[in-house]
């Protein structure tokens, strides 16, 4: 039996298959997903540097408040 024949056996079956590079896929995966993370974390404090004191004060934060959460480091 070739080798081919072997793997695409073994995928029929449910066997698993370490893929080249597989894990570093994976590592780069969990990365991205990070980074996609902090992003948004990024996004939304410093949406709070734009509500008006009104709008701060309807989502229980005062000024002070939202200028310490808006520029905290993402990955905080």
């Known amino acids: 039996m070739s080798t081919i024949e072997t793997i695409s056996r073994g995928v029929g079956s449910g066997a698993s298959i370490a893929t080249p590079g597989g894990e570093f896929r994976i590592v780069v995966q969990k990365l991205t997903a990070r980074l996609v ?24 934060l005062s000024r002070a408040d939202a200028y310490r959460e808006g520029l905290r480091r993402p990955w905080d």
């Open 37 to 60: 993370r902090m992003m948004e974390k990024y996004q939304t404090r410093r949406a709070l540097l734009c509500l008006t004191d009104e709008q701060l004060k309807d989502i229980g």
